[in-house]
Antibody
């Protein structure tokens, strides 16, 4: 069974930085696109970013563009999210999720349990 | 960017009821739509993809339909474990936006 384990969350002051990690196992990580999705407390899901299997294609939600950077290390089966210039509205649970391609487009078929990021002074 | 409008935002139902949730995209998404279920404190779980294809292990009481811009999730006979929040998401292109969610209570 696919395993995705996020880490790196915590309490950070506004303007600060944090780096999230997602350790993947039990599937060929280098063959799959990966995504980050977040959820503010009591709110809905918000797609944050994706990175293609090779890392050559990347995109971000407008709300994080210019502040967050997604990356991956296929040799380490790991996905990352570098978050800079953090704001209170970035507070929430961050999930990594695998995209499974069917009919040339990828839906999120496997999710980690999430890591909590709290931005507060 | 494609916007996803999900309705209703919440609904009240009883065990055995037929439940329908709708999702409308701001432009055609060629059936590139997934439905997720989320229970409190848990990660989302994929129910359906490509608008109508049931994810492995998901009970057959869940079904999806639609085309173009309008899509529907149906639970044919609500079970106690189905009380949760449901989200649609398009993956036609980027950004891959979610609907606002429907809480079934």
């Amino acid at each position: 069974e696919v395993q995705l384990v996020e880490s790196g969350g915590g309490l950070v002051q506004p303007g600060g930085s944090l780096r999230l990690s997602c350790a993947a196992s039990k599937f060929p990580f280098e063959s799959f696109e990966m995504n980050w999705v977040r959820q503010a407390p009591g709110k809905g899901l918000e797609w944050v970013s994706y990175i293609s299997s090779s890392g050559s294609s990347i995109d971000y939600a407008d709300s994080v563009k210019g502040r967050f950077t997604i990356s991956r290390d296929n040799a380490k089966n790991s996905l990352y999210l570098q978050m800079n210039s953090l704001r209170a509205e970035d507070t929430g649970v961050y999930y990594c999720a695998r995209a499974y391609y069917y009919d040339s487009r990828g839906h999120l078929d496997s999710w980690g349990q999430g890591t909590l990021v709290a931005v507060s002074s | 960017d494609i916007q996803m409008t999900q309705s209703p935002s919440s609904l009240s139902a009883s065990v055995g009821d037929r439940v329908t949730i709708t999702c409308r995209a701001s432009q055609g998404i060629s059936n590139s739509l997934a439905w997720y279920q989320q229970k409190p404190g848990e990660a989302p779980k994929l129910l359906l993809y490509a608008a109508s294809r049931l994810q492995s292990g998901v009970p057959s009481r869940f079904s999806g339909s639609g085309s173009g811009t309008d899509y529907t999730l149906t639970i044919s006979s609500l079970q106690p474990e189905d009380f949760a929040t449901y989200y649609c998401q398009h993956y036609y292109n980027s950004p891959r936006t979610f609907g606002q969610g429907t809480k079934v209570e």
